[in-house]
């Protein structure tokens, strides 16, 4: 069976920034903690799935595993002027993989453009599953011979058959959240995913110019992966990880209530 976490990647863009988005480290005490985000996944969560989950993203030191080779250099429109600035993301703030079988859970996040910023979550998820569907083209870095970095533009994949089992709205850690289930098949194999979308309370901030800082709004998409026959028996794990997710409020620094 593929695995699944290939269903988010690329299908959003997110904001320019000076150092990789979506950094972060692992603290005994406290779990997964994002470096620029008020984001983290709380120990006694993760300490709880690590007898059938063991975590892919960070190394046993703490750190973020395999650095830019688990990044990606994305483009966007800061201001709508029509000029796309790159960047460098982190694909997955975490990620997890059975320790005996085919499944995966991951955590991620988004900046959402000035388009995506007022679109109802069930739209987002829906622009998403079509962006798997088609096998959209996205910006991917291949390394040279002599080690930099080239940037780009291929298919994500082939063209993947969306079948959507499942969707519902919910709450994640006191927020609205809207959750789908689907199968996705390539070449006769394939997986059932499911994806929940919610808006972060906090923002990704940025110094701006004469000392502001700006602001922009944040979607956290949580997801699991498994065949067909697995799926099932992982759900529970995968609440529990929905369960140790934490989002706190950084919008004082902009002003906002």
């Known amino acids: 069976m593929m695995r699944a976490s290939w269903v988010v990647l690329g299908a959003l863009v997110t904001i320019g920034c000076a150092t990789p988005y979506g950094k972060g480290e692992l603290d005994p005490e406290r779990g997964y903690v994002a470096e620029e985000l008020p984001l983290t996944v709380r120990a006694e969560g993760l300490d709880a799935l690590d007898g059938r989950w ?14 830019r080779q688990l990044m990606t250099i994305r483009t966007i429109d800061t201001n709508d002027d029509g000029r796309r600035e790159r960047y460098w993301a982190y694909d997955f703030h975490l990620r997890l993989a059975q320790r005996t079988g085919g499944g995966e859970m991951w ?4 900046i959402l453009e000035p388009v995506e910023q007022t679109r109802e979550l069930r739209v987002l998820a829906d622009e998403v599953l079509a962006a798997i569907a088609e096998g959209r083209r996205q910006n991917v870095v291949r390394w040279s011979e002599n080690g930099r970095p080239v940037l780009q533009l291929r298919p994500v994949r082939e063209p993947i058959q969306i079948d959507i089992l499942d969707r519902m709205d919910g709450i994640l850690d006191g927020r609205d959240a809207h959750l789908v289930v689907f199968r996705g098949t390539r070449e006769g194999t394939g997986g059932q995913v499911a994806l929940l979308f919610t808006r972060a309370p906090f923002y990704h901030l940025e110094d701006g110019s004469f000392g502001r800082i700006r602001g922009w709004p944040v979607l956290v998409v949580a997801g699991y992966g498994n065949g067909p026959s697995d799926f099932a028996a992982g759900l529970d794990d995968f609440d529990r990880l929905l369960r140790a997710i934490e989002m706190e409020s950084n919008a004082a620094a902009l002003g906002i209530d």
Do not use: L
């Open 54 to 67: 063991m975590i892919t993203s960070h190394m046993p030191s703490g750190s973020p595993r395999g650095g």
């Open 107 to 110: 955590v991620e996040s988004h």
